[in-house]
């Protein structure tokens, strides 16, 4: 078996998909759509506090912007993750089943220049920001509302 990156699965998967009857063409109804996308980050801050905060992150390249499928699949997952804000949840962490407030800090789009990190602009959501400031903001020392 060989290494496939992401972009291969997915192609790969979406044609065995549609050579299998029943499974193809029925998924392309105008009141169902099937929907392949993938979640780059879920950033988690300190799971031992009382009040565990996490924020969702998509990160593009060479300056990329979302898909169309991945707007919609976004979308849908920042409004259930806005529902469970605030709420006490049971959370498998590290093997054991928890207990802990959740506290949602919303959907966030990381764009890249580049592919290299260090070269061009680093862009937080529309807003260009630095390196400094994207490590603070992975490390979750600051509130990723940064506009």
């Known amino acids: 078996m060989g290494v496939y990156n992401n972009l291969?699965?997915?192609d790969s998967f979406c044609k065995w998909k549609d050579k299998h009857s029943g499974v193809g063409g029925e998924l392309h109804a105008?009141?169902?759509k099937f929907s392949h996308t993938d979640l780059d980050c879920i950033v988690v801050g300190d799971y031992l506090k009382p009040t565990v905060k996490f924020y969702i992150g998509e990160v593009k390249m060479?300056?990329?912007h979302r898909s169309s499928t991945q707007v919609t699949a976004h979308a849908i997952?920042?409004?259930a993750c806005r529902q469970i804000s605030g709420q006490e949840i049971v959370v498998p962490i590290w093997g054991r089943c928890q207990k802990i407030k959740m506290e949602y800090q919303g959907y966030h789009l990381i764009?890249?220049?580049t592919l290299n990190p260090d070269e061009g602009y680093i862009m937080?959501?529309?807003?260009?920001?630095d390196k400094g400031t994207l490590f603070k903001l992975l490390r979750m020392e600051c509130h990723p509302s940064v506009n």
């Open 30 to 32: 105008p009141t169902y």
């Open 8 to 10: 291969e699965m997915v």
């Open 111 to 113: 764009r890249f220049e």
């Open 77 to 79: 997952l920042d409004t």
């Open 124 to 129: 937080w959501d529309d807003v260009e920001i």
């Open 62 to 64: 060479n300056g990329g």
